[in-house]
């Protein structure tokens, strides 16, 4: 399967500070999602981003496919934006079998 | 709309009890999959369903039956269970089918299983 790593595993900011996540894939992928996990545990879909470049409020993605990377964009942080956030990938060879991160635990601080 | 309903949302097991997972969507998504989390790990895919009538194995598939009802449900079934299999388990599902596209992952609120 496709090896996925998220970095930094863990992260610790005050409100207000800007962010960045990474995850890198190891094989080529058709399908590229970022989510939060929130304390509660809902898993909550943030973006669907092959490749390009999103934005959506204070978060923005952008996916280099060629260069097997993603990157998620946390700006001016709120509380509400601590929990888990993971990456999960799907190979071209099989839409459905999506691989996951083990997720970069964020813990934004008043 | 309700999305992705999974039942229950605990449960307690004794080893060797069986059990079954509800998962029920109402967007009319093609595939349907249930995944388990570990502490401190990401999750991982126990079966998937690309279309009614068909299922696939994902990772890791020991131990664990499923059954596409019908396109709204896919049911997952520990049939003896195991305290390796204490775990919380959530049922997703997506538009991609067999023919692939933008599909996008919505989960439902999860299953927290603790087998004794």
């Known amino acids: 399967g496709i090896q996925v790593e998220q970095s930094p595993p863990d992260l610790i900011l005050q409100e207000g500070a800007n962010s960045t996540l990474r995850c890198n894939f190891s094989d080529s992928v058709n399908n590229l999602q970022w989510f939060h996990q929130n304390p509660w545990g809902q898993l909550i879909n943030l973006f669907y981003i092959p490749s390009g470049t999103k934005q959506n409020g204070r978060l923005s993605a952008t996916t280099v496919a060629t260069e097997r990377y993603s990157l998620l964009y946390i700006s001016s942080s709120q509380t509400t934006d601590s929990g888990v956030y993971f990456c999960?990938?799907?190979?071209?060879?099989?839409?459905?079998?999506?691989?996951f991160g083990s997720g970069t635990k964020l813990n934004v601080k008043p | 709309n309700a999305g992705v309903t999974q039942t229950p949302k605990f449960q307690v097991l004794k080893t060797g009890q069986s059990m079954t997972l509800q998962c029920a969507q109402d967007?009319?998504?093609?595939?349907m999959y249930w995944y388990r989390q570990d502490p401190g790990m990401g999750l991982r895919l126990i079966y998937y369903?690309?279309?009614?009538?068909?299922?696939d194995k994902g990772e890791v598939p020991n131990g664990y039956n499923v059954s596409r009802l019908n396109k709204r449900e896919f049911s997952l079934r520990l049939e003896s269970a195991a305290p390796s299999q204490t775990s919380v388990y959530f049922c997703a599902s997506s538009e991609i089918g067999n023919s692939g596209g933008n599909g996008k992952l919505f989960f439902g609120s999860g299953t927290q299983l603790s087998v004794l």
């Open positions: 999960a990938v799907a190979p071209p060879y099989n839409f459905n079998k999506f691989y």
């Open positions: 967007m009319n998504h093609n595939s």
């Open positions: 369903s690309a279309s009614e009538g068909t299922t």
